[in-house]
């Protein structure tokens, strides 16, 4: 039998429910794993919350790493005991999970389990952002919000190591000062009675900056919208603060021309030729030092209700782990 945390029915935290399930089999192009950790995502508690489809009951997440116990029907370029790492597998909150190897990444020596399950989803989602959503050139300005979130500390990291700027936007002073260490330029706080806009062409002389990475959503697209220069791009891959409504597509046009784009990871890891080498730039980062994977909070498999709770509460900065 293998620990499992489902999600019983759409709804909060309280609806995850830890407890045994049968041991799933891997089939043709598959591989067993032995769940080492798990990395904690706003697209778990979406699919747990019912904002994305999902048949209930099912075991949440959908990243992690561990090492290979048993391999699957046609696999040879893996075998058992490789430690490896995913960005998506259906049912990571668990002991043991099937894992496709189209998604697998081989870790290296030295990477412990809470970076190595910290780095797939979130580190090569702040990489195709600055790689291929908006390539950024250097002097290249970027607005970055939730400067001290998972995503957002590695996104600072990777735009400064490619030679351009940042101003990161954070709830909190405390959370300020992570973003600073990460490289960003310039850095205030959002909330009520702060005008982004404002602060923002303030700080680019008025002309605003080459691109906004919003995973915010709904209460920051406006004013992300509004700090662009023309011609700049509008890059939407999220929603913490809920979903952005409808809006009409002129308002691109009225703002400066703007290039909008709503991505997601799955959209540019398509092989697994695609795959290694994004993979490779972040383990490059780690081994030279100018890539660090901030581990934010570390909870027991078994209290996986808890941790989503304190990531839907902004309460966390980096990355938040499940350990097996």
Known sequence: MTQAVRAMQAGGPEVLEFGEIETPKPGPGEVLVNVEAAGVNFIDTYRRSGVYPMDYPHVVGVEGTGYIAEVGEGVESWQVGDRVAWHEAPGSYATQVVVNTDNLLRVPEGVSAEVAAAMPLQGLTAQYLATSSHEIKPGQTALVHAGAGGVGLLLTQIIKHLGGNVISTVSTEEKAELSRKAGADEVFLYGEGVDITAKVKELTDGEGVDV???????????????????????????????????????????????????????????????????????????????????????????????????????????????TA
């Not at 809006?247 to 997601?264: A, K």
């Not at 498999?301 to 966390?316: V, W």
């Open 212 to 322: 906004a990475y919003d995973g915010v959503g709904k209460d920051t697209f406006d004013a992300s919208l509004a700090s662009i220069k023309p011609l700049g791009s509008m890059v939407l891959f999220g929603g913490a603060s809920g979903q952005v409504p409808p809006f009409d597509i002129q308002r691109l046009n009225s703002s400066g021309g703007i290039f909008l784009s709503r991505p997601s990871l799955a959209w540019f890891v398509r092989s697994s030729e695609e795959l290694a080498k994004r993979s490779a730039m972040l383990f490059n980062g780690i081994e030279h030092g100018w890539l660090n994977f901030r581990v934010g909070a570390t909870f027991a498999l078994a209290d996986a209700a808890d941790a989503h709770r304190a990531l839907e509460g902004r309460e966390t900065t980096g990355k938040v782990v499940l």
